[in-house]
């Protein structure tokens, strides 16, 4: 028993000096790797809540994020409540009159949970942070087994909007923000494949 209590330690460093670090061969394995590889847009939703403990795990990641100065140059409005969500909805079908209504009530893709991400406009850099925040945020969710999507259109349909200080007055951002990225949450009701990628655009300088 004591010799082999001697050789425990000896036989623990022959096993790590077997198990160098991975190569670029390896497989990739790991759980924060498989959230990134895994982690797909969702366009369909199962329309059941998702609780706001979850919700708050989510979020307490997101604002984890790597942000510039830890200005933490972002705010979040969470909307969760489908007469909320509907009515918000329903605003910016009005305020865009030339657009189809259904095109414009759809850009939110069924998620039941709505994110609103706003920038502070006195931070040239708060674009990355809200856009680190959400990396975080889609990546939390992604190993919480709750789907998301990143979505620029409902950006675009509400600061563009004729009723735009209607719509922005129920999310209630602080003077100065700006909305600039809306993250959707909610149990996928689909199963998307990867879409490519083009690692060329990747290259090393030697
Ligand atoms: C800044 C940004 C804006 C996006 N806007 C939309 C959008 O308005 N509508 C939409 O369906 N998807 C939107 N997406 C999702 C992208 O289409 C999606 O991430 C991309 O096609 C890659 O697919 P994947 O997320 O499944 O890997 C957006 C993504 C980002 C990062």
Redesign the pocket.
Known sequence: MKQFLILLPLLALTLVGCNPTPSNNEPMNNEVISAIME?????QYHQMPVGRDTLMQIMTCGINAANGQNKQSWEVRIVDNPTTMQRIQDLMAVGNPALPAEMVRG?M?GAPVMTFIARDLNYDFSSYDC?LL?GNMMLAAQSLGVGT????????FINDAQNSAEILSILGFSESYELC??VGLGYANET?A??P?DINKVQFID
């Open positions: 982690r797909r847009s969702i366009r850009c893709r856009g959400a999507i990143c979505l620029g259109s409902p950006v675009r990225l809306c998307p990867a879409k990628r």
